[in-house]
């Protein structure tokens, strides 16, 4: 159904809105809060205040692209360059400028998007040639750190994880989050805690994708995005290290061959693959919205298919529905994440499927603004069924600027023939 007037009234008011609050999101690390790690630039996290008051890694990528189409491109270099900063410091970008972010994770690694939207907005031969080196740096922790005997990677988390702190990320998980029983032995409780920590990585945390057993799922959207970091790398090297062009396309090569070989399904669709069991899995999700983004798959009919199945009334779902008796998770139906919406738009913008974006675009938008209309406020979960704000059983829904205020953004500048932007 095409936005009405109503609805583009209701649009026009929340783009203010978010216009008006970006500022208010921004953090003067003159003034940072003792519970996180300084950086050395101001930087935009999630949220205002609250649950969410830290630089997260990719969460960071789509804030960016709000920022930038509301002429705060500068803020947004600030935001990379932080990311490059803590890069430089751990030899990886933490989960987020946090004790238990840089202690237990990192995040998907979406710092070459990140670079590639900040060299449109400031050519900077300088700039790029620094960002070249750290995102090379990025990929050898990836590659040293994540990858599994098949060749393709994995989420996983750091060795240098303590057994004390494991158990105690086990016990927030099962007790905190997923409402479970902690009544199981001590090694058992490790296990989980490990692969707890492989769904957290992954940005999902909790997600049926994962469950109880992350660490041993090679993701389709991780190496997706490797495969686009190693085309990014192989480009990069073409302006600054011309001998290092054919490794990193020969990587990508080599990755794509893999991926064909494990993660891809007669149906033309790449999903995750689990190396415990040998099986490939038959969960439809948003994450296999990453291949064509990237260029890993052209093929529009596998993309419409798979938005046949997850598009809902009030956006994408995070999943299509879970058998009954499953375990609640937030990352799975009926949720409908800013992530979901962003990556099922992009992935076919990048395929050129101009009606099946504007409809993702229009349902998001709506589901936003009728929101905003009654409660004011941007939020952080919708519920796909009927655009609802979400009553999630993890934690309550948080009042978000972030990737919500960014995907909103990004999506509504381009929508419809008519358009809804001023």
Not at 78 to 105: A, C, K, M, R, T
Not at 280 to 295: C, E, I, K, N, Y
Not at 351 to 370: H, N, V
Request: net charge negative; charged share 25%; with cysteine.
């Amino acid at each position: 159904m095409a936005l009405n007037k109503t609805d583009r009234e209701n649009i026009a008011s929340t783009r203010k809105y978010i216009q008006a609050n970006w500022a208010r999101c921004r953090v003067d690390p003159s003034v940072i809060k003792e519970d996180i790690y300084r950086l050395p630039k101001p930087f935009t996290p999630p949220t205002p205040g609250g649950l969410f008051h830290c630089l997260f890694y990719w969460d960071t990528f789509y804030t960016n692209r709000g920022l930038i189409a509301d002429g705060h491109a500068d803020w947004a270099r600030d935001n990379v360059d932080d990311l490059i900063s803590e890069l430089n410091e751990w030899g990886f970008v933490p989960n987020s400028n946090s004790e238990p972010g840089v202690v237990y994770i990192s995040q998907p690694p979406y710092l070459h998007f990140m670079i590639g939207d900040i060299a449109k907005a400031f050519p900077d031969e300088n700039w790029l040639a620094m960002a070249y080196d750290a995102l090379k740096k990025e990929y050898g922790f990836w590659m040293k750190k994540r990858l599994t005997p098949s060749g393709l990677n994995r989420y996983y988390g750091h060795e240098t994880r303590t057994k004390e702190q494991l158990l105690s990320y086990y016990h927030y998980v099962a007790h905190d989050r997923l409402h479970l029983s902690l009544d199981i032995p001590e090694e058992e409780q490790l296990r989980r805690g490990t692969n707890y920590a492989a769904s957290a990585e992954a940005g999902v945390d909790f997600s049926p994708r994962f469950g109880d057993f992350g660490g041993d799922i090679l993701p389709v959207d991780l190496n997706a995005n490797l495969y686009g970091l190693e085309m990014d790398l192989a480009h990069l090297a073409e302006r600054f290290e011309k001998n290092r062009a054919p490794y990193f396309l020969q990587s990508a090569e080599r990755r794509k061959a893999l991926m064909d070989r494990f993660l891809l399904g007669s149906d033309g669709l790449y999903n995750d693959f689990n190396v415990a069991s040998g099986k490939r899995s038959d969960l439809h999700t948003a994450g296999q919205f990453m291949p064509f983004v990237v260029g890993l798959s052209k093929d529009k009919n596998a993309a419409k298919k798979l938005l046949a199945i997850l598009l809902g009334p009030g956006g994408v779902y995070e999943s299509e529905p879970l058998p009954k008796g499953s375990l609640a998770y937030q990352a799975a139906y009926p949720y409908s994440w800013p992530y979901d919406n962003y990556l099922a738009y992009w992935a076919c913008d990048s395929l050129g499927l101009i009606p099946e974006k504007e409809e993702i675009a229009e349902r998001y938008l709506r589901t936003l603004a009728s929101n905003f209309k009654t409660t004011g406020r941007l939020w952080e979960t919708y519920d796909g069924r009927d655009g609802s704000i979400a009553h999630k059983e993890e934690y309550a829904t948080q009042e978000m600027m972030g990737w919500t205020a960014g995907t909103f953004r990004s999506e509504e500048r381009r929508v419809g023939k008519e358009g809804v932007s001023t």
